[in-house]
């Protein structure tokens, strides 16, 4: 699986917009860009994937760079049940990808009230 | 119950036990996984099966012995471990392992203690 890169960490206040920036500069033309976040003592949680175009869902927002070599998780208006983890990854869908999912360090993501 | 259950959610063990870890889920997936997240360390891979054949072992030593019944249900037996090996496994299980795209449903993790 292709490598990204995150911030180790980012800080927001409450009820304000909190944009996760994440680089996937070696992404192939198959490869889905895949978030998940970890709350503190839970399991890992699909937040949203895409391939090309944005996707909005009930959770957040995919903004997906024209050459896809980035790609920015938005948060419309954080919580303080929003701290927690997210985690960028890269899954293959072509011939021989499978739905292993690379974990990398991810952004740490602290709320301010 | 809905998603994906473990059990048990807490467990010390001494280095000459042998425990199970169970894991099931109600979602009527075909893939299921376990995952290790050691302090300071990334989750990372450690079993994927996929209607109940493994398609996948990440290099585990062999102290930790997967078992998948069916396609609801996921055990970790484990024996003889090392103090190293406590960390936080955890279950997952999607739809199935090809396309890149299903998502993985997670659940708590059993926090496990090797004394």
Same mark, same amino acid.
């Given at each position: 699986?292709?490598k990204t890169t995150q911030p180790n960490s980012m800080? &927001? *206040? ?6 996760l920036p994440c680089n996937h ?7 889905? +860009?895949h978030w998940y976040r970890q709350l503190p003592?839970q399991g890992p949680e699909?937040v949203?994937?895409?391939?090309? &175009? *944005? ?18 998780l +938005? ?7 929003d701290a927690a983890v997210y985690y960028c990854i890269l ?10 999912l690379v974990f990398g360090k991810g952004t740490k993501l602290t709320?301010?009230? | ?34 995952y290790?997240q050691?302090?300071k360390k990334p989750l990372e ?71």
């Amino acid at each position: 699986d292709a490598k990204t890169t995150q911030p180790n960490s980012m800080e &927001s *206040n409450e009820e304000e917009p909190v944009h996760l920036p994440c680089n996937h500069s070696t992404i192939s033309g198959t490869d889905y +860009i895949h978030w998940y976040r970890q709350l503190p003592s839970q399991g890992p949680e699909y937040v949203i994937h895409g391939l090309t &175009s *944005n996707v909005n869902n009930r959770m957040a927002s995919l903004a997906i760079a024209e050459d896809r070599k980035s790609s920015t998780l +938005i948060l419309h208006r954080a919580t303080l049940r929003d701290a927690a983890v997210y985690y960028c990854i890269l899954r293959d869908s072509g011939q021989g990808g499978s739905e292993k999912l690379v974990f990398g360090k991810g952004t740490k993501l602290t709320v301010n009230p | 119950e809905t998603g994906v259950t473990q059990t048990p959610r807490h467990l010390v063990m001494g280095m000459t036990n042998k425990k199970s870890l169970k894991c099931e889920q109600h979602l009527g997936h075909n893939a299921m996984y376990w995952y290790k997240q050691s302090a300071k360390k990334p989750l990372e891979l450690m079993f994927v099966y996929n209607f109940k054949e493994q398609t996948e072992n990440n290099s585990v030593p062999s102290r930790f012995s997967p078992e998948c019944p069916n396609s609801s249900h996921l055990f970790l037996h484990l024996h003889t471990l090392q103090p190293e090996d406590s960390a936080l496994y955890l279950c997952a299980s999607s739809l199935n392992i090809a396309g890149g795209y299903n998502e993985q449903f997670f659940g708590p993790g059993t926090r496990l203690t090797v004394l």
